[in-house]
């Protein structure tokens, strides 16, 4: 395990609503059992923004805190891997919609899944997809 120090800092955040809109209008999806990943390259971007977005429907207001600080560490834990992956210079752009399940689910089962859809938004770079809609 080595010791060095994995944040989440504001510049690696998505803050604001027209930075998610323009994800979820232009970008593409991946699906997972806990979660739907929205993610949209981006050239002039440098290195990863993530943002999450928790609705009110999966419950009350602790419940959805609750999630929010699990999908956070789980980021938190598995953004370098993806930094580390992606070889362009231009940067990408994640939302995570999270579903009911994220917040009963074991966090290694978590983690699993967000390091899956971060090996598969990778394998997407490495292509050269550009998300031209």
Request: net charge positive; aromatic share 6%.
């Amino acid at each position: 395990m080595s010791l060095t120090p994995r944040g989440f800092p504001r510049s690696a955040r998505l803050l604001k609503r027209s930075s998610f809109e323009n994800v979820y209008k232009t970008g593409r999806r991946h699906f997972g059992s806990h979660m739907t990943v929205f993610y949209r390259f981006d050239p002039v971007l440098t290195g990863t923004r993530v943002g999450l977005t928790v609705s009110r429907a999966l419950g009350t207001a602790v419940v959805r805190n609750r999630i929010k600080r699990r999908m956070r560490d789980g980021v938190r834990q598995e953004l370098a891997g993806l930094n580390e992956a992606l070889k362009d210079p231009g940067g990408v752009e994640i939302v995570i919609n999270p579903k009911k399940t994220a917040a009963t689910v074991e966090m290694q089962m978590l983690r699993a899944e967000l390091a899956k859809a971060f090996q598969a938004i990778a394998a997407k770079a490495g292509k050269g997809d550009t998300d031209k809609r």
